[in-house]
């Protein structure tokens, strides 16, 4: 299986908009903080650090912004280029759908037992991490979704026992798209389909 330009930056985007907005964030805070200070006529060498602080981590955020433009165009250019916009769209929208079909909630008397200890989990909180690395990718001739197995072995199992499901549930967002049975290739599992 070769993964594409999408399936390699899809999760990387979600990281460089987390972190643009954080450190945006971050720098309204300095300028605040910096505006404080400047009315402040001792404070002057306070005043300079924060200065150079909050232009360094706007300065990051805008770049981080660019870069995250940059792949965003790129994808778009392939799009255009070999497949359609509304495949892409299809692509992200069909993978925020099927990670919240992926996360798993604990139940009840799990949080019982669980909120003794102070902790979640450890196998649902497994589970659900590599969830979130699931991709649908959706082009003119095939579709391809992706799963990270998870690193626990009762992980692992949940994700094993949902195979047949989550066949099901991609057939069902691509009902033109004839799919093959789950696949492995190194820790991910995947499920291939082909135009009818």
């Known amino acids: 299986m070769e993964t594409n330009f999408f399936i390699k930056n899809f999760n990387r985007c979600i990281y460089l908009v987390v972190t643009g907005i954080s450190l945006i964030m971050i720098s309204i805070f300095f ?5 404080i200070t400047s009315k402040i006529s001792n404070l002057t060498d306070i ?8 232009t360094v981590v706007l300065l990051s955020g805008i770049f981080i912004f660019n870069l995250l433009i940059l792949i965003t165009l790129l994808e778009i250019y392939q799009r255009v280029k070999y497949d359609s916009i509304s ?18 909630h604990q139940t009840h008397e799990d949080n019982k037992l669980y909120k003794q200890k ?4 450890p196998i649902l909180k497994n589970f659900n991490s590599s969830a979130k690395h699931c991709i ?4 003119k001739n095939v579709v391809i979704a992706i799963f990270k197995i998870p690193t626990k072995q009762q992980a692992n199992k949940i994700l094993k026992d949902m ?16 799919f093959s049975n789950v696949q492995r290739f ?3 599992i995947y499920i291939k389909g082909t135009i009818r």
């Open 136 to 139: 649908v990718d959706v082009r």
């Open 87 to 104: 495949n892409l769209a299809k692509s992200i929208y069909q993978t925020i759908k099927l990670r919240k079909f992926l996360k798993q």
């Open 186 to 188: 190194k820790k991910y």
């Open 118 to 121: 102070g902790n979640i989990n």
């Open 163 to 178: 195979e047949q499901q989550l066949k099901e549930e991609v057939s069902n967002l691509n009902p033109t798209y004839y």
């Open 47 to 54: 005043t300079k650090n924060l200065s150079t602080i909050h």
């Open 31 to 35: 300028y605040i903080l910096l505006k």
